[in-house]
């Protein structure tokens, strides 16, 4: 395959470019809504915030992390 290689010889895919380019541009990395911290919108952070602690199985919650101010009406019963 071709279209997926870069410059230094390695191979990303599709929709890693897709979030490369929305990142470089400012936007969500997966969505094109315009991002509230590094990668992602508000929805998207907290969405990928839970994905983490599901993964990682942890039991506290760092309450004073950006992602839980952005959105009060959706943090989760603690
Ligand atoms: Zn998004």
Do not use: D, W
Not at 5 to 19: D, E, L, P, T, W
Not at 40 to 47: D, E, F, G, I, N
Not at 62 to 73: D, E, H, I
């Amino acid at each position: 395959m071709t279209s997926g290689v870069v410059s230094n010889g390695g191979y990303i895919s599709r929709a890693r470019r897709y979030q490369l380019r929305y990142k470089q541009a400012g936007l969500c990395m997966l969505c094109p809504v315009p991002a509230v911290n590094k990668n992602y919108r508000a929805k998207h952070a907290v969405a990928a915030r839970e994905q983490q602690r599901a993964r990682m199985k942890f039991k506290r919650r760092n309450l004073g992390a950006a992602s839980y101010s952005f959105s009060r009406t959706n943090t989760c019963a603690i």
